[in-house]
């Protein structure tokens, strides 16, 4: 007897039936970019479909995202004062801690706002940390997104995203965190972040390209899958509640290793390259742009991630594609 695995293909309904990777809305994060000013919506050009906002304009474009039942944001902040210590970053008036207490007194629990806690844009330089002879110096750095973070937390942010690769953030962030009242402030680590190219187009859009130099002396090569496990298990035991790996589309072999190496919820960042070159070639008319942009969320979901942040995650709702 011949074995026939496509007698489980042959109708919708049983594919359907049969599916063993399903995607929810419930997984997806919404990436926002926050500048100051009111009344801007200005559009990102590497990245087609994603703006630059004020508060304003956030506001009402967050309550249309909600009604498509995104309900997690991912917040950048943008366009503030640029210097060598980064103290914009932690100002409780930042744009970001400003936009986090508008978001909050609209919609309250029934948005879950997340801000990105890093330094590289709010820096001359454009590092994600504080530079000493050409050198990211990693304790003071902590201590700035420590701060940076509780601003944040006391403007009412439900969880913060350290992206910077300091060694010893997460605990630093954790104990300021929980020194001053903010124990209930969730902390996702961007625990296996990459040096990567494909990071472009978003620091185009968050004006936070490094000036001189790269960031290999901090943020991870590519080249090393065990060293992630290294990275992650460190930010699980300083006390991280998601970890991330980010990029995702490059790195689906980390992201299942590390499904298989930890329990905490894994989540994934399909960033801003990966967003813009589906959205070229669809341009393009090379690609069928919606048929790729769902077979990469299914392939992060069988990967392993728990969590999906992505630039697509509007437009999907928006046009029904899981539907
Ligand atoms: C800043 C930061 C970056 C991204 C998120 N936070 C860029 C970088 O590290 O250079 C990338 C996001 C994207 O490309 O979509 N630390
Ligand atoms: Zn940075």
């Given at each position: 007897?011949?074995?026939?695995?496509?007698?489980?293909?042959?109708?919708?309904?049983?594919?359907?039936?049969?599916?063993?990777?399903?995607?929810?809305?419930?997984?997806?994060?919404?990436?926002?970019?926050?500048?100051?000013?009111?009344?801007?919506?200005?559009?990102?050009?590497?990245?087609?479909?994603?703006?630059?906002?004020?508060?304003?304009?956030?506001?009402?474009?967050?309550?249309?995202?909600?009604?498509?039942?995104?309900?997690?944001?991912?917040?950048?902040?943008?366009?503030?004062?640029?210097?060598?210590?980064?103290?914009?970053?932690?100002?409780?008036?930042?744009?970001?801690?400003?936009?986090?207490?508008?978001?909050?007194?609209?919609?309250?629990?029934?948005?879950?706002?997340?801000?990105?806690?890093?330094?590289?844009?709010?820096?001359?330089?454009?590092?994600?940390g504080i530079l000493h002879q050409d050198y990211?110096?990693?304790?003071?750095?902590?201590?700035?997104?420590?701060?940076?973070?509780?601003?944040?937390?006391?403007?009412?942010?439900?969880?913060?995203?350290?992206?910077?690769?300091?060694?010893?953030?997460?605990?630093?962030?954790?104990?300021?965190?929980?020194?001053?009242?903010?124990?209930?402030?969730?902390?996702?680590?961007?625990?296996?972040?990459?040096?990567?190219?494909?990071?472009?187009?978003?620091?185009?859009?968050?004006?936070?390209?490094?000036?001189?130099?790269?960031?290999?002396?901090?943020?991870?090569?590519?080249?090393?899958?065990?060293?992630?496990?290294?990275?992650?298990?460190?930010?699980?035991?300083?006390?991280?509640?998601?970890?991330?790996?980010?990029?995702?589309?490059?790195?689906?072999?980390?992201?299942?290793?590390?499904?298989?190496?930890?329990?905490?919820?894994?989540?994934?960042?399909?960033?801003?390259?990966?967003?813009?070159?589906?959205?070229?070639?669809?341009?393009?008319?090379?690609?069928?742009?919606?048929?790729?942009?769902?077979?990469?969320?299914?392939?992060?979901?069988?990967?392993?991630?728990?969590?999906?942040?992505?630039?697509?995650?509007?437009?999907?709702?928006?046009?029904?594609?899981?539907?």
């Open positions: 007897m011949l074995i026939r695995p496509r007698r489980l293909r042959k109708s919708s309904v049983l594919r359907e039936m049969v599916a063993e990777t399903r995607l929810s809305k419930d997984m997806f994060i919404y990436p926002y970019f926050v500048v100051p000013g009111k009344n801007i919506v200005h559009g990102i050009d590497a990245m087609p479909g994603v703006s630059h906002f004020s508060a304003d304009t956030l506001l009402k474009d967050v309550e249309k995202s909600m009604k498509l039942g995104l309900n997690k944001v991912l917040l950048f902040g943008v366009g503030e004062e640029k210097t060598e210590d980064a103290s914009s970053s932690f100002d409780k008036n930042s744009v970001v801690a400003n936009a986090v207490r508008e978001l909050k007194s609209a919609f309250g629990e029934d948005l879950y706002v997340i801000t990105d806690v890093c330094t590289c844009a709010y820096t001359t330089h454009g590092h994600c990211v110096q990693n304790d003071p750095t902590v201590q700035i997104l420590s701060k940076m973070a509780l601003s944040h937390a006391q403007a009412g942010a439900d969880m913060v995203a350290p992206s910077d690769m300091m060694d010893g953030r997460i605990l630093g962030i954790r104990e300021k965190l929980d020194q001053n009242g903010m124990e209930n402030t969730a902390i996702m680590s961007y625990s296996i972040k990459f040096a990567s190219a494909y990071y472009g187009p978003f620091r185009e859009a968050a004006d936070s390209a490094p000036g001189k130099g790269d960031r290999k002396a901090y943020q991870m090569d590519f080249r090393n899958p065990r060293e992630t496990m290294r990275e992650s298990v460190l930010d699980e035991h300083e006390g991280a509640d998601i970890l991330m790996v980010k990029p995702a589309l490059a790195y689906l072999d980390v992201i299942h290793r590390l499904r298989e190496s930890t329990n905490l919820p894994v989540a994934c960042y399909n960033v801003s390259g990966e967003y813009s070159m589906v959205k070229a070639a669809g341009a393009k008319g090379w690609i069928d742009e919606q048929k790729v942009i769902m077979e990469n969320m299914y392939a992060f979901s069988r990967a392993g991630a728990n969590i999906i942040i992505t630039y697509h995650a509007r437009e999907i709702l928006e046009k029904g594609w899981m539907d």
